[in-house]
């Protein structure tokens, strides 16, 4: 025993130096990934903008930031935001609360409807509810009312969006914060209002301050929906980046609008961070089993009964309307008109956009796990600048206009070696950009959760990084690894705003043949669009329900 621990003192040095060169490896190829495919473009674009006449032109910032039109819309683009986001957690609260509190039957299963449409791409999101509230939509055909081309058309879509951000961000501390407290307050002579704010609601204010940045960096960042539902009169900055780029070819103002978007969410997600930590250091946890019971009294089936009403009407009804108007046509018209090619919208039959978008999801998946794997697993040896400079590497692509990413694909891999502009891996390449932050985002969580003196005694008993990570690492976080490529393949099937520029004629995605039907006029081409989004609302769905069968375990709990 004695002349064993010589050998393990030796090892120990050589195991640490292991594992700091294992770090620098798990790094070098997310680093090399987002420099090439995310720096580069958006750097190339900024300066094509910026850059003219033998120097910088920083003066446009300020000449662009004087427009009339553009202060109009930074102030839509937040004002819109704080309205959407005050009115989701105004309709999604007690959704909330029934679902952490309450216990019923078909609970699983309308957890899983309340989450279906945070999957969608917003292409599908702004379909259906031009179906609901556009023209020949099914208010149009009972009052005669239109709400498409108003600003009340996107804050609904945008609740529709969000209001599972809000039940899993403030249900899930709901459901796991401890009864007895408020219980307390009550016994004491509080009312049950007065127990509820004095007592619940400290708790949940981070969780509920959390939910309220994240819905606020979606609608701040809002493109799909605001330009199917908005009209010319609405633009948020990322429509206007898109506006400016491929309609107007004014990449100085791209340009400009771009920084400011990336400086704005960019603050954003540092409120967001601050507030997650906070959220994380005040959980005082009880098992989600015991908080949730039966409905008891009349207040709370009717807050039961009003929420289920609600989701009803926001939620189900949109997607139902859909998928009516997808089938208005006899003999299923509308989906038999995708198998044909018409000549002008596509080069090929739409219904190849289905295949496409498969093949593509697929492939920004792998990519994606790829390399949001080995950078949850360098994240996880929490140690120097380095790390935490790819931690926060890896959140740019959400503070970045998809719209900018994707035309920078265009500008800036256009020359060997380089030269992607003909290449299908193109697609693929910009839809994972957006998936690797969900991908590290999923497994980071477990990866710190495994004890980390399971490591170091592989190590000193001369395992490599490689048998490390599969004998210790895999198999506990396999699960998350699938729910990871889950969230992955969701996210790269909707992808929209980069997509819209690189997707070819002769290979569209789904979300970009939704668009370019919507754009064309005739009965027709709107059936089809409505057709194609319903397919892609099928195959995200299908996704999802396959995801949550992967999240829960025999306890349903992840």
């Known amino acids: ?159 529709f969006f969000n209001y599972a951000v809000v039940v899993r961000t403030v249900g899930g501390l709901w459901s796991q914060l401890d009864p007895r407290q408020e219980e307390a307050a009550r016994m004491l002579g509080a009312s049950r209002l007065a127990a509820w704010r004095r007592v619940t609601l400290p708790a949940l204010a981070p969780a509920v301050a959390a939910a309220a940045l994240m819905v606020f960096l979606f609608t701040f960042t809002s493109f799909g929906v605001v330009q199917i539902l908005g009209g010319p009169a609405f633009s948020t900055l990322e429509v206007e980046i898109y506006r400016q780029t491929s309609e107007i070819f004014d990449l100085g103002t791209a340009a400009v609008l771009t920084l400011v978007q ?3 969410v960019g603050a954003i997600l540092a409120v967001h961070a601050a507030t997650v930590r906070r959220r994380e250091s005040a959980l005082r946890l009880v098992s989600a089993r015991t908080t949730a019971r039966r409905p008891r009294g009349a207040g709370q089936w009717a807050m039961l009964t009003g929420v289920l009403a609600s989701i009803a009407v926001l939620l189900v009804l949109p997607l139902a309307v859909l998928v009516q108007r997808s089938l208005d046509a006899p003999d299923l018209g509308y989906y038999r008109a995708l198998a044909h090619d018409d000549g002008g919208t596509f080069l090929v039959a739409p219904i190849t956009a289905v295949g496409n978008s498969l093949e593509y999801a697929l492939a920004a998946t792998a990519i994606a796990v790829l390399i949001g794997a080995l950078a949850a697993a360098a994240l996880t040896r929490r140690a120097g600048r380095l790390v935490r400079g790819l931690d926060a590497l890896l959140m740019l692509p959400l503070g970045v206009s998809a719209v900018t990413v994707g035309f920078g694909f ?37 990866l710190r959760a495994v004890d980390g003196r399971l490591r170091e005694a592989a190590a000193v008993l001369g395992a490599s990084p490689w048998r490390v990570w599969r004998e210790v690492d895999l198999p506990m976080v396999r699960r998350a690894l699938l729910i990871a490529a889950g969230f992955a393949f969701a996210v790269s099937l909707g992808e929209f705003g980069a997509t819209v520029f690189i997707a070819r004629p002769d290979n569209p995605t789904l979300p970009v043949a939704v668009a370019r039907l919507l754009g064309r006029a005739g009965d027709l081409n709107y059936g089809q669009a409505m057709a194609l989004s319903t397919i892609l609302m099928v195959v995200c769905a299908v996704a999802l329900l396959l995801l949550e069968r992967v999240r829960t375990d025999r306890t349903g709990e992840f």
Do not use: C
């Open 1 to 159: 025993m004695d002349l064993a621990r010589p050998q393990v003192a030796e090892g120990a040095p050589r195991a640490a130096r292991r594992r700091n060169a294992a770090r620098l490896g798990l790094m070098a190829l997310p680093v090399a990934f987002f420099a090439v495919f995310f720096a580069y473009p958006v750097s190339a674009i900024v300066a094509r903008g910026l850059h003219g006449d033998g120097g910088w032109r920083f003066g446009r910032i300020v000449d662009v930031a004087a427009r009339p039109d553009i202060r109009h819309v930074l102030w839509f683009t937040t004002w819109q935001a704080l309205a959407s986001t005050a009115l989701t957690l105004l309709v999604a609260l007690p959704g909330a609360y029934v679902l952490a509190r309450l216990d019923f039957p078909g609970k699983q299963v309308l957890r899983a409807v309340v989450t279906v449409p945070f999957v969608l791409p917003t292409v599908v999101v702004g379909t259906a509810f031009l179906a609901l509230v556009g023209r020949g939509g099914l208010l149009d055909e009972l009052w005669g009312v239109r709400l498409d081309t108003t600003v009340w058309a996107i804050l609904l879509a945008h609740v």
């Open 262 to 264: 990336f400086a704005a």
């Open 410 to 446: 265009l500008i800036a891999l256009d020359e060997p070696p380089l030269d992607l502009r003909s290449s299908w891996i193109l697609v693929p390449l910009a839809q994972a950009l957006v998936g690797v932050p969900f991908v590290v985002r999923t497994m980071l969580p477990v």
